[in-house]
């Protein structure tokens, strides 16, 4: 009897005891669930703070933005009050972006400002945009609309295309199966002039020959050389191009003899005969075919024709002359240079070198006008 006993008592004992250790391994798990709901509600007062901030920075950046509109406003209804029609358009195009440019091959141009503009292909693209900022609102929309914005593509006058798209502010005209000679002519007027900065009444666009005319290649350099320009009696910027390639030369820059390095200004590229840069794009990513986005002679080397460096500065080619340098006689094409309409200088390159002579406006000559020449000199290097 006494023997039972002892055996129920060591029964209850063990089950007590599995008992504690089930409530002891409850009690763990209760502790880390509470630990991890606890980290979670943390984190959640995290993204909360976050949200709140972006949130709070949101609505900032749109007070901020409609009180730059609501300045906008009142400043075109102080111009409208206190201006002429001109003065007013002219505030207004500062305000949105604006843009024409004709497209042919693989190439893009900026429309020319004035006179003719010649290409090799038998087709190109005309396009023009007006694009106002979306986050300006109907009032200021009508605003534009009343200096003119709305009917400008109809101040524009063309022959007939052979596909023409017109959509929310913007023009495509496409003409196709040019022959040699073939010239097509557009006639702005006085509004489209002001608006996309157009010099000429007339702007012809004239499809050439390319076997009669020579390349902007063909005035760079096609053999090694270094090119010094001398910008006054200290200061000095040499370009020494050493690897000539079928599409691309590879050169250094030094300035007063250092090197200067530049990410993207380590090639002068060659698309179709024009020779320019191709900057703000990854140098792994550009092949054959990647347009030039500055030129700094341009495909084909004509009388009269216009490229542009910037919306500020554009060049047109002059003429050919023949300049003596050290007692040796080479063949240049002048190059003039604008800014803004105002002739600044000339830039003289040489058959086969590139650049020999550059000259510019002294700027302390005003009124008077008068030229200086920036000293070159170049060596040609043994290959």
């Keep these: 009897m006494k023997k039972n006993h002892i055996l129920i008592i060591v029964a209850l004992l063990l089950v007590v005891g599995y008992l504690l250790l089930q409530l ?3 009690k763990l798990h209760y502790e880390m669930s509470y630990l991890n709901l606890t980290q979670i509600v943390y984190e959640l007062e995290e993204d909360k703070m976050t949200l709140n901030n972006t949130v709070q920075d949101f609505n900032t950046q749109t007070l901020e933005q409609a009180s730059d509109i609501q300045s906008l406003k009142d400043m075109l209804e102080s111009a409208f009050i206190e201006y002429d029609y ?5 505030l207004v195009m500062d305000m949105i972006d604006i ?37 300006y609102d109907d009032e200021l929309r009508q605003s534009f609309e009343g200096v003119g914005l709305n009917p400008l593509f109809r101040t524009i006058y063309y022959p007939k295309a052979s596909e023409r798209q017109e959509k929310d502010r913007e023009l495509t005209l496409t003409y196709n199966d040019l022959d040699i000679g073939d010239r097509i002519q557009f006639k702005t007027t006085g509004s489209f ?10 702007i012809t666009i004239i499809r050439v020959d390319e076997s009669k005319y020579e390349s902007g290649s063909d005035y760079f350099a096609s053999k090694p050389v270094s ?11 040499t370009h020494d191009y050493y690897e000539i390639g079928e599409h691309e030369i590879s050169y250094k820059t030094f300035y007063n003899g250092h090197e200067y390095e530049d ?16 900057d703000n794009v990854d140098p792994n990513t550009i092949n054959d075919t990647t347009p030039l986005n500055i030129v700094i002679l ?14 500020e500065y554009y060049s047109v080619v002059h003429e050919k002359v023949i300049l003596s340098i050290d007692g040796v006689e080479y063949d240049c094409i002048e190059i003039k240079r604008y800014k803004k309409e105002k002739y600044i200088g000339s830039s003289y390159y040489a058959m086969g070198i590139g650049l020999v002579k550059s000259t510019q406006l002294d700027q302390l000559s005003i009124p008077e006008i008068k030229l200086v020449d920036k000293k070159i000199e170049f060596v040609i290097k043994e290959e």
């Design 24 to 26: 002891n391994e409850m």
């Design 86 to 90: 001109v003065t007013t358009n002219r």
């Design 99 to 135: 843009e024409a440019y004709i497209e042919t091959g693989d190439q893009r141009y900026e429309f020319p400002r004035q006179g003719e503009f010649f290409i090799t292909e038998d087709h190109f693209t005309f396009h023009a945009a007006i694009r106002i900022p979306p986050l």
């Design 193 to 202: 002039r002001s608006a996309f900065n157009i010099e000429s009444e007339t």
């Design 227 to 237: 090119i010094t320009e001398h910008f006054d009696e200290e200061n000095k910027m």
């Design 263 to 278: 990410y993207y200004r380590s090639k002068v590229y060659i698309r179709n005969g024009a020779v320019g840069y191709i």
């Design 298 to 311: 341009p495909s084909m080397m004509i009388k009269g024709t216009e490229y542009h460096q910037s919306k």
